[in-house]
């Protein structure tokens, strides 16, 4: 069936797959295989939600209602760039994810609301995510896990679950970045909290940087840890340098 997300035309239909040992592909001509680019976010969006109905329009209506969330007035940072970004960072730890299709829901609802100095963002994107997936006829036990991992990225604790620490890292992997990146990053969120001051605004930053920096360890699990930890500290530090600076001027 033809699933169309807004402007993206995206094919799938049920099928049997077969599958090559991994030993065996490319063996058979001897020619290197080519590298194929991952899949864009509607269409992994597509094959996700394909496999939980066979309703073309309710997917195409889910799809077109994450889109439209993450590209609304006043988003700069919590946009589908960040859920992108953060896909290309889980697809990196795959085999190490129990859940694929309850962390890849979660990861496209879990900014679905976003309203800046907001504190019930998560549980309203939890509850909407429910909402949808019910319509789909999804498992209790997998709505429940879903709203779990969304409400945890809002303290990135240590979870027993090592799913949610997963997703809790990657959604802070846009801190780890290269200085250069993650100013980029600090400015598109400046620009979300347009609405307050620059010392109301700076001093609410520097807090949450320094809880993040109070942590044992930002992310919990070795991939994340080893590729970030360093890097995410290191800005840290220069934001709230940064931060102190102008608010001493």
Known sequence: MLLRLGNNSVHFQPRTLTTTPPAQRGRTTGIAMPDIPPPSLAQEFA?????????ARVGERLWREIRDAYSAHGRHYHTLAHIEQMLSELRQVRHMIRDWDCLLFALYYHDIVYVPAHDQNEAQSAAIAAARLGEIGFSPAGVEKIQCLILATRKHAPSEDEDTNFLTDADLSGLGQSRKIHHDCATRIRREYVMFSTPVYNAGRVRVLQSFLAMPAIFKMRHFHEKFESQVRQNLNEE?????V???A
Do not use: E, N, P
């Open 240 to 244: 709230i340098a940064l931060l102190s």
């Open 47 to 55: 094959a996700l939600i394909g496999k939980h109905t066979g309703d």
């Open 246 to 248: 102008a608010q001493s």
